[in-house]
């Protein structure tokens, strides 16, 4: 593709082949540091989608992919990671210039975590087990893992290269085909995404890139010939994408909200603690689902923790994301820089104490967000309960452990959370106790042989591990003869 790193395309991905949309309506990618117009693409019409979704069908019911063993998709999935791997550095800038993301993160964050995910399925597909004979005191059964189908996937704009791999990658070593639908704010790293499973070699219709506006979005999550939706956004969206699938008993995946707690117990370690919080609270500028935004931490060690937590906030530059010293970079939209501000005012007005930062900014051009610490955070504010997608922590304190736990369980949300401890089976005891899908012990990551996911409004299924591709399997069983099954 003559234009792949261009920053400007006039087609879409599908069915092996570049090809231009039925519509003339544009989608723009505008800067969040220069708030210019930096690319535009196609805004895939109802007729684009229908293509994209018959090219995905026709390679699921008549092409080799699905018929294919395992471990041949597997060695299509290492070509495509090895070409990934070559061209990190030109993602983490294409990255970093339509999103915003911190170039000192884009790196190892928004291109190194992918490479990460397809390394884990690379090795986990060897010992999923696709294929296995059951045998009771009386039957014997083959049970298969058949490919769900044709999968709709539609990613976010904070890290989209990450979660378009970790849809992908599962989707694909179960023998799926997928439509991938990026976010309008990040489009251009899902065309370089196309270009790579082109070039890898992937047959015709396996991997469609097709940008939408929410309407042609919406027709993709109903299409009849569309098996399974997988999502990664807000709760609100979510749920409307649930009762869509609902209604025709469509397979759904939602990663959803968060509104994650850190505990910190009263023996922890608070300068490593307050060092793992850089990343585990402010990462991608505060733009990601499984942030701690909410600290806990005992009257009794409160001051010292916020001093040190002041500190580190001070010292992450916030400017250009394209400069490798800054740390924290502007939001992605002028919208979302609106409603993290209006957050810092609803957290004001409740009686929260801003210990540093606020609304404002210096900045000539950028949708910055200066980052903002609550302290005399109350569990029932609306800065405690509900996700503000940006760089703002609010500083909750305890009485005792219990009154932790409750806390840190009084939320909507179930996504992630962390336990901070020098005693960690007692760190492990406080955790069982924590009702979200993953937690971290003194903000040590699980990694993505195990899966990630959320408890109540967090979302519905896992992602990463055996669970991921368990997501995009049908199990059927064939009885057998005992003979027949015990030669197999």
């Excluded at 200066?370 to 503000?388: N, S």
Aim: aromatic share 6%; proline share 6%.
């Amino acid at each position: 593709m003559a234009e792949e790193w261009t920053k400007s395309h006039d087609v879409l991905f599908i069915g092996g082949e570049w090809v231009r949309s039925t519509g003339t309506e544009r989608i723009e990618v505008i800067s969040p540091w220069s708030e210019q117009v930096i690319g535009s693409v196609p805004s895939a019409t109802r007729s684009d989608v229908d293509r994209a979704v018959a090219a995905a069908r026709n390679a699921l019911d008549h092409g080799e992919w699905g018929r294919t063993s395992p471990e041949d998709r597997v060695e299509a999935l290492r070509t495509v990671r090895t070409l990934l791997a070559d061209r990190q550095d030109e993602f983490a800038a294409l990255i970093t210039e339509e999103m915003g993301s911190p170039i000192s993160q884009s790196g190892p964050i928004q291109v190194g975590v992918p490479l990460d995910i397809l390394d884990s399925y690379i090795e986990l597909a060897g010992t999923y087990p696709f294929r296995e004979v059951r045998t009771s005191a009386t039957r014997s059964a083959l049970v298969t893992r058949e490919p769900v189908g044709v999968v709709a996937a539609i990613v976010p704009w904070n890290v989209p290269l990450t979660v378009a791999v970790i849809k992908l990658t599962p989707a694909l070593v179960a023998g799926c085909t997928v439509v991938l639908k990026p976010a309008p704010e990040t489009p251009l790293s899902a065309y370089a995404l196309a270009s790579v499973f082109e070039q890898a070699g992937l047959p015709a219709g396996v991997v469609n890139v097709v940008p939408a506006d929410r309407e042609s979005s919406e027709y993709l999550v109903s299409h009849p010939q569309v098996d399974k939706v997988t999502f990664t956004g807000s709760t609100a969206v979510g749920r409307h994408i649930a009762a869509l699938c609902g209604q025709n008993l469509k397979r759904s995946t939602l990663e959803l909200g968060g509104k994650s707690a850190a505990i910190i117990l009263d023996d922890a370690d608070l300068d490593q603690t307050v060092e793992a919080l850089r990343l585990g609270s402010l990462r991608n500028s505060g733009q990601v689902c499984s942030l701690k935004t909410r600290l806990l931490v005992s009257h009794r060690r409160h001051d010292e923790f916020i001093d040190r937590l002041k500190h580190l906030v001070e010292s992450m530059p916030v400017g250009d994301p394209r400069d490798p010293a800054t740390q924290i970079g502007p939001m992605v939209t002028a919208r979302q820089q609106s409603a993290v501000a209006n957050y810092i005012d609803i957290g004001r007005s409740e009686g929260a104490v801003t210990v540093l930062g606020g609304p404002e900014t210096s900045y000539e051009h950028g949708w910055f967000v200066t980052p903002t610490v609550f302290t005399d955070v109350k569990p029932d504010m609306r800065i405690a309960q509900e996700e503000i997608f940006g760089p703002v922590l609010a500083v909750i304190p305890y009485d005792d452990e219990r009154t932790a736990i409750a806390v840190a369980n009084d939320s909507a949300y179930g996504l992630n959370g962390s336990v901070f401890t020098t005693d960690l089976d007692h760190g492990l005891d406080v955790a069982a106790q924590i009702r979200t899908g993953t937690i971290e012990i003194n903000g040590n990551s699980v990694g993505f042989h195990a899966p990630v996911g959320g408890f109540k409004a967090s979302g519905i299924g896992r992602e990463a591990g055996h669970e991921g591709i368990e997501a995009y399997v049908e199990p059927k069983s064939y009885g057998l003869p005992p003979a027949y099954a015990a030669s197999l």
